[in-house]
């Protein structure tokens, strides 16, 4: 599987809002689970939302829950990470990869694109 391609990023203030997108050039992304991570500088990479591959079934860590949604447009084959009232502790480089379940934020490949840069700051 190529990497997939994650863009959307910025710099915002707190308490603002960015939309991440996930695209897969050279493979139906509408045939897989999808998660979104994220690795903040010193830190390891951990998972912070999923969807199903149809969209009906979304997951979130405690930390994005009530702020971030995962959502997919399986017609133009791309997965968005809505991301409101973001706080400087989101500050990360996000990545997106194809993963095994909703409920298992672990990627079928090791195998990860550039990522975007969120940068959440005053």
């Known amino acids: 599987q190529p990497p997939l391609v994650e863009s959307g990023g910025g710099l915002v203030q707190p308490g603002g809002s960015l939309r991440l997108s996930c695209t897969a050039s050279?493979?139906?992304?509408?045939?897989?689970?999808v998660g979104w991570f994220r690795q903040a500088p010193g830190k390891e990479r951990e998972g912070v939302a999923s969807?199903?591959?149809?969209?009906?079934?979304?997951n979130y860590v405690g930390a994005v829950k009530g702020r971030f949604t995962i959502s997919r447009d399986n017609v133009q084959n791309v997965v968005y990470l809505q991301m409101n009232s973001l706080e400087p502790e989101d500050t990360a480089v996000y990545h997106c990869?194809?993963?095994?379940?909703?409920?298992?934020?672990?990627?079928?490949?090791?195998?990860w694109g550039q990522g975007t840069q969120v940068t959440v700051s005053s």
């Open positions: 969807i199903s591959s149809s969209g009906g079934s979304t």
């Open positions: 990869n194809t993963i095994w379940s909703v409920g298992d934020l672990r990627p079928v490949y090791d195998n």
């Open positions: 050279r493979f139906n992304l509408r045939d897989y689970t």
